[in-house]
């Protein structure tokens, strides 16, 4: 049994058909999604995508897939439906038919080469078909908040003093966040993965076999600065981490419902939340390097949007997920929808450091009302 934060250095031990029954648990509630048409169908396989990274976490590399090295479960074999993770991925695929998924088919499509030869029936690397949404107006003025507040961050990181960045170590990156997250959890273990950053792209997870809550981490080679890692990792993934423990405690749940669909816009709403207090947080501690990049992280979030200044290829057919990140915090700060829709032991935590933070830097104040005046609430007291 590994203790809280320990290190396994490839899969997961479970039994193939507890890895081939959580797969089909997660692949389903991968296809509950709050949107329509051809937005349905991306973030569809963009689910599986990051099914298929918990697959190749309980599997491991399949002889005669992608790579060498030993298996877990098991994988699948050519034709799909194997005895492991990936053989129940395979069966929701089959029984759903989406035909197409652009660079989320893309990415899906290069994971489950891992298991060996990609079945007919997976979804192909082609446009998703039918129109996509326009990004809500709320969410553009929302955009322009966040944006001024990350503007505000940079300017005052620039009289802070400025220390060198953590070692590229994924359990001193999150030590370092625990400080700045108000309801830090330890109870996850880090696993290593034969992938890099943008294939992973999701890495954290609730997985069957692990202790505790069985929330995993994986470790994955990233070319981004060691600063932008730091923050990612000790603060925005860390707060995922939180979620997923927290959501444990009613009981063992993986996956997880703060995983996927509508679940996973609270957690993305939450984590974005946690970012926000930290940076106001190590305003006041004096870490000027934190809250240059964390304000750089807000304005990298505003202006990503599809038709923005800087639109990210990643949210391109993906409008709902894109919003969120921007109106989820202004919610959770404001005590709207997606902040009743945390536990309460997360969302008290949150709202008692937000107050104090706010009392200590009237910035944060003064952004705490515009965003309840924006989505029509009075400012939480």
Not at 13 to 38: E, G, K, N, S
Not at 255 to 284: K, R, T
């Amino acid at each position: 049994m590994r203790g809280p934060g320990a290190q396994t250095p490839g899969p997961t031990q479970v039994t193939a058909p507890a890895a081939r029954a959580w797969a089909v648990a997660a692949a389903t509630a991968a296809v509950r999604v709050p949107a329509l048409d051809a937005e349905s169908d991306a973030w569809i396989v963009r689910g599986w995508a990051d099914v298929a990274v918990g697959c190749l976490a309980l599997d491991g590399l399949r002889p005669g897939g992608s790579g060498a090295g030993g298996s877990g479960a098991g994988g699948s074999g050519p034709g799909g439906s194997g005895p492991g993770a990936f053989g129940g991925l395979d069966e929701v695929v089959q029984a759903m038919s989406v035909l197409s998924g652009g660079q989320h088919a893309a990415r899906l499509r290069r994971l489950r080469r891992f298991a060996g030869p990609v079945p007919r029936w997976y979804p192909d690397a082609r446009p998703v078909a039918g129109p996509i949404r326009r990004i809500a107006g709320i969410a553009w003025r929302a955009a322009g908040l966040v944006a001024g507040f990350g503007e505000l961050l940079l300017a005052t990181a620039a009289s802070l003093p400025h220390e060198p960045p953590c070692p590229l170590v994924s359990a001193r990156q999150l030590a370092w966040g625990v400080r700045y997250r108000p309801s830090p959890s330890d109870a996850h273990v880090t696993l290593r993965l034969p992938v890099n950053r943008l294939l992973a792209r999701r890495t954290w997870m609730c997985l069957p076999g692990l202790p505790g809550p069985g929330t995993a981490i994986a470790e994955v080679p990233s070319t981004a600065s060691p600063l932008k890692q730091q923050i990612w990792r000790g603060i925005h993934e860390g707060a995922h981490l939180d979620h997923l423990t927290s959501l444990a405690r009613r009981g063992p749940l993986a996956p997880s419902p703060g995983e996927f669909g509508a679940g996973l816009l609270i957690a993305e709403s939450y984590a974005m939340a946690v970012e926000i207090l930290a940076a106001v947080e190590c305003i006041l501690a004096g870490e000027g390097h934190a809250v240059r990049q964390l304000g750089a992280g807000l304005i990298e979030r505003a202006t990503r949007l599809p038709g923005g200044a800087h639109p990210a290829a990643e949210f391109a057919d993906l409008p709902t997920l894109a919003e969120v990140y921007l109106l989820g915090p202004i919610e959770v700060l404001s005590g709207g929808a997606a902040a009743a829709a945390l536990p309460e032991e997360l969302i008290s935590s949150l709202r008692d450091r937000w107050r104090a933070a706010c009392a200590a830097y009237p910035p944060a104040a003064a952004f705490g009302s515009a965003a309840a005046h924006l989505i029509g609430r009075s400012p939480s007291p």
